[in-house]
């Protein structure tokens, strides 16, 4: 899988433009907030604040957090059947390449579920509760979409602007990046091969230093004009709200994104993670991984940290559950599929049933039983991200996991089936004795 696209089950594709030229990457990769009295710690390592903020909504404005968190089969709430899709999760738990788990359920705008498993660390590490903050990876893309939406909302750029209008680093074939809008590149359609030079990030260069030597890179389209999966190439985002706020990205972030939406254990970056009191180090196949700091250096394609009740907060927000943070305006431009994708989990029996898959900005979509849903997941090294949700219906499913396993992923569909009140499918296929076909 690639690092931050982590939507191929069962295909080993796209590999090649990663690496190009350079020796394979160190890592094999693809691709709502607790009250502050619990997690008031988390702030430690950010950047010092300016003695000029922005303007921000507070945070009233955010969804409420319940007084009690239905992390209790008696606090649990809603149509679907906790207690069933509870023994679901206990199950794929033991699976070998499982370590630990939190997930979230929102139904109709409501948090009504939440609920850690496993463990941080194979042998005696903690308990994985509703405070233990992970990795968002790739999932970070909506965090970077939805800042740029919003910023261009209240008139800092527009998101019809040309790349090279704000002075970044990235340098394209003929010089695109001059004619390449900021709605093209948070759609992903800068034209580069897929996962364009990530090895070389992996390798320890400069992402700076990378997007500059882009341009000597064969393109796979005419930029514009098709769908091309980026990380490094996708940061470019990060230089143009900093050229446009002259603010650093992550305290763009922060004050205009998790501090009025009251995501209190959100951070940016490796610190953030390692200063989290409860965070779940990587892991691979019941062995700690490496904790890597590659990718948090393009922070606006997978910068992000936090634990699993503010991802649902950021989930409700995508709802439109906090209107003064993001107006209807600014979530419809995110989830508006400007651009048609392949099929987002290969040609898996999941990926088959995800019809009609597009991108919007830094946000896919897909139609599954005739409803739907749209989302992003994530993927590095010793860590999946997913969240995944109907706007109509407000109900949808937030997950965190320190493991490389995929069958979080395949659970997604469980939960919609609840939801939807369809006959059971086992989607885990968990019964099955070979299970080679479930390893990342």
Same mark, same amino acid.
């Given at each position: 899988?690639?690092?931050?696209? *982590?939507?191929?089950?069962?295909?080993?594709?796209?590999?090649?433009?990663?690496?190009?030229?350079?020796?394979?990457?160190?890592?094999? =990769?693809?691709?709502?907030?607790?009250?502050?009295?619990?997690?008031?710690?988390?702030?430690?390592?950010?950047?010092?604040? %300016?003695? !000029?903020?922005?303007? =921000?909504?507070?945070?009233?404005?955010?969804? $409420?957090?319940?007084?009690?968190?239905?992390?209790?089969?008696?606090?649990?709430?809603?149509?679907?059947?906790?207690? @069933?899709?509870?023994?679901?999760?206990?199950?794929?738990?033991?699976?070998?390449?499982?370590?630990?788990?939190?997930?979230?359920? =929102?139904?109709?705008?409501?948090?009504?579920?939440?609920?850690?498993?496993?463990?941080?660390?194979?042998?005696?590490?903690?308990?994985?509760?509703?405070?233990?903050?992970?990795?968002?990876?790739?999932?970070?893309?909506?965090?970077?979409?939805?800042?740029?939406?919003?910023?261009?909302?209240?008139?800092?750029?527009?998101?019809?602007?040309?790349?090279?209008?704000?002075?970044?680093?990235?340098?394209?074939?003929?010089?695109?990046?001059?004619?390449?809008?900021?709605?093209?590149?948070?759609?992903?359609?800068?034209?580069?091969?897929?996962?364009?030079?990530?090895?070389?990030?992996?390798?320890?260069?400069?992402? /700076?230093?990378?997007?500059?030597?882009?341009?000597?890179?064969?393109?796979?389209?005419?930029?514009a004009t098709c769908h !091309?999966?980026?990380?490094?190439?996708?940061?470019?985002?990060?230089?143009?709200?900093?050229?446009?706020?002259?603010?650093?990205?992550?305290?763009?972030?922060?004050?205009?994104?998790?501090?009025?939406?009251?995501?209190?254990?959100?951070?940016?970056?490796?610190?953030?993670?390692?200063?989290?009191?409860?965070?779940? $180090?990587?892991?691979?196949?019941?062995?700690?991984?490496?904790?890597?700091?590659?990718?948090?250096?393009?922070?606006?394609?997978?910068?992000?940290?936090?634990?699993?009740?503010?991802?649902?907060?950021?989930?409700?927000?995508?709802?439109?559950?906090?209107?003064?943070?993001?107006?209807?305006?600014v979530l419809a431009d995110?989830?508006?599929?400007?651009?048609?994708?392949?099929?987002?989990?290969?040609?898996? *029996?999941?990926?088959? !049933?995800?019809?009609? %898959?597009?991108?919007?900005?830094?946000?896919?979509?897909?139609?599954?039983?005739?409803?739907?849903?749209?989302?992003?997941?994530?993927?590095?090294?010793?860590?999946?991200?997913?969240?995944?949700?109907?706007? @109509?219906?407000?109900?949808? =499913?937030?997950?965190?996991?320190?493991?490389?396993?995929?069958?979080?992923? /395949?659970?997604?569909?469980?939960?919609?089936?609840?939801?939807?009140?369809?006959?059971?499918?086992?989607?885990?296929?968990? /019964?099955?004795?070979?299970? !080679?076909?479930?390893?990342?």
């Amino acid at each position: 899988m690639n690092e931050f696209d *982590p939507i191929e089950l069962d295909a080993r594709k796209g590999r090649f433009w990663r690496d190009w030229r350079v020796v394979p990457g160190l890592a094999v =990769v693809a691709v709502v907030g607790l009250a502050a009295l619990i997690l008031a710690t988390q702030h430690r390592g950010r950047a010092t604040e %300016p003695t !000029s903020e922005p303007a =921000v909504a507070t945070a009233v404005t955010a969804p $409420p957090t319940p007084a009690v968190l239905p992390l209790k089969p008696d606090a649990w709430r809603g149509q679907i059947d906790y207690r @069933a899709l509870d023994a679901r999760i206990r199950t794929m738990m033991t699976d070998r390449s499982m370590q630990g788990l939190a997930i979230a359920v =929102v139904e109709d705008g409501r948090l009504s579920f939440v609920q850690g498993y496993g463990r941080t660390t194979p042998g005696d590490g903690e308990k994985v509760g509703a405070d233990t903050v992970f990795r968002w990876a790739s999932l970070s893309k909506t965090v970077a979409a939805t800042l740029s939406a919003r910023l261009a909302n209240e008139g800092a750029f527009s998101l019809d602007d040309p790349l090279g209008k704000f002075g970044v680093s990235l340098r394209l074939p003929n010089d695109a990046q001059n004619t390449l809008t900021v709605e093209q590149l948070l759609s992903q359609r800068t034209g580069l091969p897929r996962n364009a030079y990530d090895g070389w990030l992996e390798g320890g260069r400069d992402p /700076k230093m990378i997007r500059e030597s882009l341009a000597a890179v064969p393109l796979l389209c005419p930029p514009a004009t098709c769908h !091309s999966y980026q990380n490094i190439a996708y940061d470019t985002i990060r230089e143009v709200v900093e050229a446009a706020t002259h603010r650093s990205y992550a305290d763009e972030a922060r004050q205009r994104l998790f501090a009025p939406l009251g995501m209190t254990s959100a951070t940016i970056g490796l610190d953030g993670l390692r200063d989290a009191p409860h965070w779940a $180090p990587p892991s691979r196949w019941g062995h700690t991984a490496p904790l890597t700091d590659f990718y948090y250096r393009v922070p606006a394609a997978a910068g992000v940290n936090s634990n699993i009740v503010d991802l649902a907060r950021w989930m409700q927000a995508q709802m439109g559950q906090a209107p003064a943070v993001l107006p209807a305006g600014v979530l419809a431009d995110i989830q508006r599929p400007r651009v048609n994708t392949g099929r987002p989990y290969g040609n898996s *029996p999941l990926g088959r !049933s995800l019809q009609h %898959p597009g991108y919007g900005l830094g946000m896919r979509s897909f139609t599954y039983k005739g409803h739907r849903l749209v989302g992003h997941s994530g993927a590095v090294t010793g860590y999946r991200s997913t969240m995944m949700f109907d706007p @109509a219906t407000r109900t949808g =499913v937030v997950m965190l996991w320190n493991s490389e396993a995929n069958l979080p992923f /395949k659970l997604q569909a469980e939960v919609f089936d609840l939801a939807y009140h369809q006959p059971f499918q086992d989607w885990l296929q968990l /019964k099955a004795k070979d299970r !080679s076909d479930l390893a990342p």
